[in-house]
T-cell receptor, first 113, second 109 residues
Framework: NAGVTQTPKFQVLKTGQSMTLQCAQD?????MYWYRQDPGMGLRLIYY???????DKGEVPNGYNVSRLNKREFSLRLESAAPSQTSVYFC????????????FGPGTRLTVT | GIQVEQSPPDLILQEGANSTLRCNFS?????LQWFHQNPWGQLINLFY???GTKQNGRLSATTVATERYSLLYISSSQTTDSGVYFC???????????FGQGTELSVKP
């Protein structure tokens, strides 16, 4: 039981490049989330997926797209990376939206130059 | 909006000491977690505790929902306890997390 896994762990991009962050969970959770954490701050919600087949915007969705590929996998795409997207990205899952505890992946440290 | 306030903002302990971290909420609590973010950035679930008391080894937590606060107790602290402790209220809409500002704990050997 791996919990929540994320790839890659580290990534450096040039401005304008694109990339996809991958997330998978093996806990049979319905809801999955993408957050970003900037220095000295808590996590801010980018997008979430309450259940397979649905996605919704969080607090800071601009510049990102997501795909809930199946119940296990939720990916985050940066179409044209900007330096303001330099951050640590965390994926999380919970049994149901807004209910129960959230479990976090190890994070992806992204630098955009 | 909903506020989550943690105290103290930072804390330095000698290994073996005990400590209590506090979290106050501006509205009623129905969904609350304590996390530890270690110096490597990992977010570790400590407790999901909307009410009552839970214990896990040297750590325990109590939430008094009617009084709008939660406490995290760390006993016999170890250097590996260092990091930032976040009290987090889980919002009802979309799982939005409402973070306290965190307590930065440093345990010295």
């Amino acid at each position: 039981n791996a919990g929540v896994t994320q790839t890659p762990k580290f990534q450096v991009l040039k401005t304008g490049q694109s990339m996809t962050l991958q997330c998978a969970q093996d806990m049979n959770h319905n809801s999955m989330y993408w957050y970003r954490q900037d220095p000295g701050m808590g996590l801010r919600l980018i997008y979430y997926s309450a259940s397979e087949g649905t996605t919704d915007k969080g607090e800071v969705p601009n510049g990102y797209n997501v795909s809930r590929l199946n119940k296990r996998e939720f990916s985050l795409r940066l179409e044209s990376a900007a330096p303001s997207q330099t951050s640590v990205y965390f994926c999380a899952s919970s049994f149901d939206r807004g209910l129960g505890e959230q479990y976090f992946g190890p994070g992806t440290r992204l630098t955009v130059t | 909006g909903i506020q989550v306030e943690q105290s103290p903002p930072d804390l330095i302990l000698q290994e073996g000491a005990n400590s209590t971290l506090r979290c106050n909420f501006s509205d009623s609590v129905n969904n609350l977690q304590w996390f530890h973010q270690n110096p490597w950035g990992q977010l570790i679930n400590l407790f999901y505790i909307p009410s009552g008391t839970k214990q896990n080894g040297r750590l325990s937590a109590t939430t008094v929902a009617t009084e709008r606060y939660s406490l995290l107790y760390i006993s016999s602290s170890q250097t590996t306890d260092s990091g930032v402790y976040f009290c987090v209220r889980i919002g009802n809409q979309g799982g939005k997390l409402i973070f306290g500002q965190g307590t930065e704990l440093s345990v010295k050997p």
